[in-house]
């Protein structure tokens, strides 16, 4: 009979209710690894506190879902599991709004088009960067890049917004390398687009009009397969 009472005592026992200071307990450890990883100082706090939790009685945890934002910033949702008896028994989606404040470089000047950069022309600043797309690694180097467009002054300088320098530029003369079976000949000519190492451009030979499609295999070098 005691037995019985106990089972059932242990049946009827009240749920536990999950707290806020709960739910931070795994938030906090969750921001400060994806937000918050890499020199960037993350701060958050709850948009709408979770209330009206509960969990089985006896032991339960909290765990962050595996499905959470892998690098969140500005307005999220967070998906929270009570996990008892091993088990996921509930999935809680906390909303939380993450700040996020990192060193960033930004044009100290208009920078045109197609600009080479260098560190005379930028400068690091730590910013808030909630709102900030792909902002460019101030420890990435910035030799052997330059801006895709116009930046106007005190902007950051974005992942987007910049290039590598081409291996050849439109307009300037370039080796212009002739395959043909083992023969190598060489020859000159002028590139009429930028290019990268790998790609293909149209290159006018020297002395005529003639354009070939040449592909770009070093600095100021192209090469064409003559078939």
């Known amino acids: 009979m005691f037995r019985t009472l106990l089972i059932l005592m242990l049946q009827t026992a009240p749920p536990a209710h999950v707290t806020a200071d709960d739910f931070a307990s795994v938030l906090g450890p969750y921001v400060r690894e994806t937000a918050g990883s890499g020199g960037v100082h993350a701060e958050w706090s709850f948009r709408t506190v979770p209330s009206g939790v509960t969990a089985p009685s006896g032991r339960y945890s909290l765990r962050v879902a595996g499905t959470a934002p892998v690098s969140p910033k500005g307005h999220v ?4 599991e ?14 939380i709004y993450i700040r996020t404040f990192e060193d960033v470089y930004v044009a100290v000047r208009p920078l045109r088009k197609h600009e080479e950069l260098s560190a005379d022309v930028l400068a690091v600043r730590r910013i808030e960067t909630t709102t900030v797309a792909d902002p460019y690694p101030v420890l990435a180097p910035v030799t052997g890049y330059r801006t895709r467009r116009m930046v106007s002054p005190n902007s950051v300088i974005r992942t987007s917004l910049i290039e590598e320098l081409p291996a050849v530029r439109r307009d300037e003369r370039v080796s212009l390398l002739v395959r043909s079976s083992n023969l190598t000949i060489g020859a000159s000519g002028v590139a009429k687009d930028d290019g990268r190492i790998g790609e293909v451009i149209p290159v006018q030979r020297a002395g005529t009009k003639e354009l070939v499609r040449a592909k770009v295999v070093g600095q100021q070098i192209v090469e064409v397969e003559n078939h």
């Open 77 to 80: 949702g967070v998906p929270v």
């Open 82 to 95: 009570v996990v008892s008896g091993g088990k996921a028994v509930r999935t809680v989606v906390c909303s």
